[in-house]
């Protein structure tokens, strides 16, 4: 039984990738389950285009001191290029309101964005 055990974990380790678990276990994407009308901490200060990694990024109440963005949109199966160009959240952003986009994708594969605004 316990060789079952052993072999089916080494099998789920080899299939999904022991530094993908490992990673996601210690510093896991509190930013996944993230939609629409949420709220996100404080994230480090862009302009233009520019870009800037991100380990600790959270979701926080809206009331919360700690909130600064509030989630206006999320779109998913998104490449990295897709997510770069900042088009998928044009239909959340309004008109006169800066808008920023906040992605978790590996490279060469799909994930979110989310389309952020400010909190007011």
Do not use: W
């Not at 990738?17 to 510093?27: C, K």
């Not at 629409?36 to 800037?52: M, N, R, S």
């Amino acid at each position: 039984m316990i060789g079952a055990i052993v072999a089916f974990l080494v099998i789920a380790a080899l299939k999904f990738g022991v530094a993908s678990a490992i990673g996601n276990f210690l510093n896991p994407d509190e930013t996944a389950e993230a939609k629409a009308g949420d709220c996100i901490a404080e994230l480090p200060e862009v302009t233009g285009t520019q870009e800037k990694s991100v380990s600790d990024a959270k979701v926080v109440t809206c009331t919360s001191t700690e909130a600064v963005y509030n989630v206006v949109g999320r779109v998913e199966e998104q490449t990295e290029a897709q997510a770069k160009t900042g088009k998928a959240c044009e239909q959340y952003i309004k008109e006169g309101e800066d808008g920023y986009v906040f992605y978790n994708i590996a490279p060469g594969g799909k994930g979110y964005l989310l389309c952020l605004t400010k909190k007011a």
